[in-house]
């Protein structure tokens, strides 16, 4: 059963562009959280979604970020018009069913903003 | 709101003694409590978890943790540490729901450990 996987592991972007960010959650589990870190520091959430909707966006800054869940397909996060603070690591984690059940975290993907 | 405290950045410890990282949460009602390790340039692996149930909780690679609801920590414990050990940990803690919610996690501790 292979993990959370993440894609681009790495991304450069220059100020003003978009990026976006995919993950495929592990076979079987169909709810998607995202997480940020920034340098030193520890992971701030963002978003969570279960298929085709948002469940809680608490931590979504509220403009140029928004993120989707759609039925097939890898969850996208998406920045628009990237800026310097945007550099950091992006983090999904993914679990099997709605009560609390462990989060398993993909590698991340790296954004760095020139 | 919910919170997690790791009073300490950095934690060092010869190898084969026993480790100890603290965290300390506050959150409305009853906790999930987790711990999570990362190494460089990794994403997170999960170690253990107290949902409910008996305070001491194993976990992965000798890894326990005791929950205190009095004094709400969650230290991580080892009874001899490996040098392998070496890595950030994170202490996360979500609200006993019933329903899947976002973690809050601590600022991380970094354990060096050395021969």
């Known amino acids: 059963n292979a993990g959370v996987m993440q894609n681009p592991r790495h991304l450069v972007r220059r100020r003003g562009q978009e990026a976006r960010l995919r993950c495929s959650p592990m076979?079987?589990?169909?709810?998607v959280y995202w997480y940020r870190q920034l340098p030193e520091e520890g992971l701030k959430f963002m978003v969570y979604?279960?298929?085709?909707?948002?469940?809680?966006e608490s931590g979504m800054p509220k403009e140029r970020f928004s993120a989707e869940f759609p039925k097939e397909g890898p969850s996208i996060l998406r920045i628009q018009q990237v800026v310097r603070g945007d550099s950091a690591a992006y983090f999904c984690?993914?679990?099997?069913?709605?009560?609390?059940?462990?989060?398993?975290f993909g590698p991340g993907t790296r954004l760095l903003v020139l | 709101a919910q919170s997690v405290a790791q009073p300490e950045d950095q934690v060092n410890v010869a190898e084969g003694n026993p480790l100890t990282v603290k965290c300390t949460y506050s959150?409305?009602?009853?906790?999930?409590l987790f711990w999570y390790v990362q190494y460089p340039n990794r994403g997170l692996q999960f170690l253990l978890k107290?949902?409910?149930?008996?305070?001491l909780v194993k976990g992965s690679y000798g890894f326990e943790a005791e929950f205190n609801k009095s004094q709400t920590s969650f230290h991580l414990k080892k009874p001899s540490a490996l040098v392998s050990d070496s890595a950030l940990y994170f202490c996360?803690?979500?609200?006993?729901?019933?329903?899947?919610?976002?973690?809050?996690f601590g600022t991380g501790t970094r354990l060096q450990v050395t021969l």
């Open positions: 984690a993914s679990s099997p069913r709605q009560t609390q059940e462990t989060q398993y």
């Open positions: 076979k079987g589990h169909s709810h």
């Open positions: 979604l279960q298929k085709e909707n948002i469940i809680d």
């Open positions: 959150v409305s009602g009853n906790p999930y």
């Open positions: 107290y949902i409910t149930g008996d305070n």
């Open positions: 996360a803690v979500s609200p006993n729901t019933g329903t899947a919610s976002k973690l809050t």
